[in-house]
C-alpha cells in the first residue's frame, strides 16, 4: 500500500531530474555555439559567417529557432561578440510544456 501511495512522488522527482539534466544539457549547447560563433566572428568581418556558424553547431532543427545577435569592432583588438537566444520547450507534462528561452554569449578579441 505504501508503495503505490509513494511511487507517483518519485516517479515526478525522476522525470524532473531527468528534465533538468536534458535542459542543462541544451543550455551547455547553447553556450557552445556562441563560442564557436564569436571564434568565427573574430577571424571573420562578415557577420553572415558567425551566424551560419552558430546553426551549423546547433543543427537544423534548433538552429533554425535561434535568433543570433552579432556585434563586431572594426578593428585588430577590438570585441566580436555574438549572443545566441533559443527558445526550449520543457516536454515533461507535469510541468505543463513549460516554455524556458535560453541564452548563450561569448565575446572574443578580433583577430582580422
Request: net charge neutral; with cysteine.
Amino acid at each position: 500500500m505504501e508503495f503505490a501511495l509513494v511511487l507517483p512522488l518519485v516517479l515526478a522527482v525522476l522525470l524532473g531530474a531527468v528534465e533538468v539534466a536534458v535542459l542543462a544539457r541544451a543550455q551547455l549547447e547553447v553556450s557552445q555555439a556562441a563560442r564557436e560563433g564569436a571564434r568565427e566572428a573574430a577571424v571573420t568581418p562578415d557577420p553572415a559567417a558567425a551566424v551560419a556558424a552558430v546553426r551549423r553547431f546547433l543543427g537544423d532543427e534548433r538552429g533554425a529557432e535561434a535568433r543570433v545577435s552579432v556585434s563586431r569592432d572594426h578593428f585588430v583588438g577590438g570585441r566580436a561578440e555574438v549572443v545566441v537566444r533559443v527558445p526550449y520547450r520543457v516536454a515533461a507534462p507535469l510541468f505543463g510544456g513549460l516554455a524556458v528561452h535560453l541564452e548563450g554569449r561569448c565575446t572574443m578579441r578580433v583577430e582580422r
